[in-house]
């Protein structure tokens, strides 16, 4: 064989082996990105549900089924929140971050970055797992009370990071150690997914924190406030006398 054959047999390997790097299939991610649709609708009522029940302890959910699935007894619960910010807020940002993570993996789903993106959502995917375990945990064993939407949750969780193994094509193993190999690169979509988690992660704490601490909305859109039951007590109009 000549050179200039062996150097053609050479780069049609190497492409061979830059395709082989790509994602296994591109659909998951669109399962990834429907689940987390999902999964974001969930999260932002059962905030809602927390901060409604500070304002209305009366407050059924319409996850409140009755008796064991009752939404609203876990959200009362000390372990619903971490420093006074609601547990479930936490995976807006996440959620996000996953989404963004899911667009770079399809937008580079033929080469190696497209598996290494999706190589960082199942990493991100098995963190949630674990979290969902924990909670699942605190829920029936030290609440003692199932809450319906948080379950939608944890399957939430669990279908992202068995779809993101999957696509990746790598094994369990291969995929962890994709994700941890790139995970201090200073470019690709490293640095872009930290800055949707912070900035995402910003927002959502701060709009919480104002209506936690201070009924921001009930000053400011006062009718908006009432039909969402946030409205403080102070600012409901008084009976004339």
């Known amino acids: 064989m000549s050179d200039i054959e062996e150097g053609k047999s050479e780069n ?74 609601p547990i479930g807020l936490l995976a807006v940002p996440t959620y996000l971050v996953l989404a963004w993570l899911g667009l770079k993996a399809w937008q580079a789903k033929d080469s190696a970055a497209g598996a290494t993106a999706m190589s960082y959502v199942a990493a991100i995917g098995s963190l949630t797992v674990l979290h969902t375990a924990y909670l699942a945990y605190v829920s029936s064993i030290v609440i003692g009370y199932y809450c319906p939407f948080c379950m939608a949750m944890y399957a939430v969780n669990i279908g992202v990071t068995v779809l993101a193994f999957y696509g990746t094509g790598l094994g369990v193993g291969g995929t962890l150690q994709r994700a941890v190999s790139g995970l201090f690169a200073t470019s690709g979509p490293v640095i872009s997914s930290a800055a949707v988690l912070a900035i995402t992660g910003v927002a959502s704490l701060f709009t919480t924190g104002m209506i936690l601490c201070f009924g921001v909305l009930s000053p400011l859109a006062p009718g908006v406030a009432a039909r969402l039951g946030l409205l403080r007590p102070e600012h409901l109009e008084q009976p004339s006398p």
């Not at 009522?45 to 901060?51: E, H, I, P, T």
């Not at 319409?62 to 008796?67: D, I």
Request: net charge negative; glycine share 16%.
């Open 12 to 85: 049609t390997g190497n492409g061979a082996s830059e395709a082989n790097e790509g994602l296994k299939a591109g659909w998951p991610v669109l399962g990834i990105w429907a689940l987390l649709g999902a999964g974001l609708s969930l999260a932002v009522y059962l905030v809602y549900v927390k901060l409604r029940l500070g304002y209305d302890p009366t407050f059924k959910s319409v996850c409140s089924f009755g008796g064991k699935f009752d939404c609203g007894e876990v959200q009362t619960h000390a372990s619903s929140e971490f420093m006074g910010v």
